[in-house]
T-cell receptor
């Protein structure tokens, strides 16, 4: 196990609603990255947080937003949910500042939008 | 933007047989990660390769990085049912930048028949 935890494990929402997903990073890590994985595809980078600031963003609209807290845990918020937002959401924690910064993934949150 | 193509998309092998999965990049590879994923679960880190010609092994899994060909291969020797899953390669799109954001291939589904 990586020590990265995510909650909830599963979630069902309806179109137009808002959702918050949570991630606790591995001890000693200071960076959290979020990915969206649609069925049958590889993970797509959403954004990354380092020292509570957004440190890079993928090709996702502004209704995808996030936070990182002083303890390095993180939240992913999605507003105005669309059917295509149904996916497995993965967070990964890493340590930035030591050369290699391998990302270790949590178990994911399965979001279904009806 | 960088794209990773994995081949084959899926394969079924008899237990005890060897197999190879390839990952080809559209751009120069600066850091290449291999992960394994059980369906619907998080990614498990296998290996990271940084230098051209680098080769790493863990138990019965060997990964190589051919920088000139912008390609990496993952070889499994004497496959076992525990090797079944989805293998994903991920690449850092830019070199030496703190806080890597990974680009992933679509994955290779491996089934091992006992």
């Amino acid at each position: 196990e990586t020590g990265v935890t995510q909650s909830p494990t599963h979630l069902i929402k309806t179109r137009g609603q808002q959702v918050t997903l949570r991630c606790s990073s591995q001890s000693g890590h200071n960076t959290v990255s979020w990915y969206q994985q649609a069925l049958g595809q590889g993970p797509q980078f959403i954004f990354q947080y380092y020292r509570e600031e957004e440190n890079g963003r993928g090709n996702f609209p502004p209704r995808f937003s996030g936070l990182q807290f002083p303890n390095y845990s993180s939240e992913l918020n999605v507003n105005a949910l669309e059917l295509d937002d149904s996916a497995l959401y993965l967070c990964a924690s890493s340590f930035t500042g030591r050369g290699t910064d391998t990302q270790y993934f949590g178990p994911g949150t399965r979001l279904t939008v009806l | 933007s960088q794209e990773l193509e994995q081949s084959p998309q899926s394969l079924i092998v008899q237990e005890g047989k060897n197999l190879t999965i390839n990952c080809t990049s559209s751009k120069t590879l600066y850091g290449l990660y291999w992960y394994k994923q059980k369906y619907g679960e998080g990614l498990i880190f296998l290996m990271m390769l940084q230098k051209g010609g680098e080769e790493k092994s863990h138990e019965k899994i060997t990964a190589k990085l051919d920088e000139k060909k912008q390609q990496s291969s993952l070889h499994i020797t004497a496959s076992q049912p525990s090797h079944a899953g989805i293998y994903l390669c991920g690449a850092e799109p830019r070199p030496g930048e703190y806080g890597n954001k990974l680009v992933f291939g679509a994955g290779t589904i491996l089934r091992v028949k006992s």
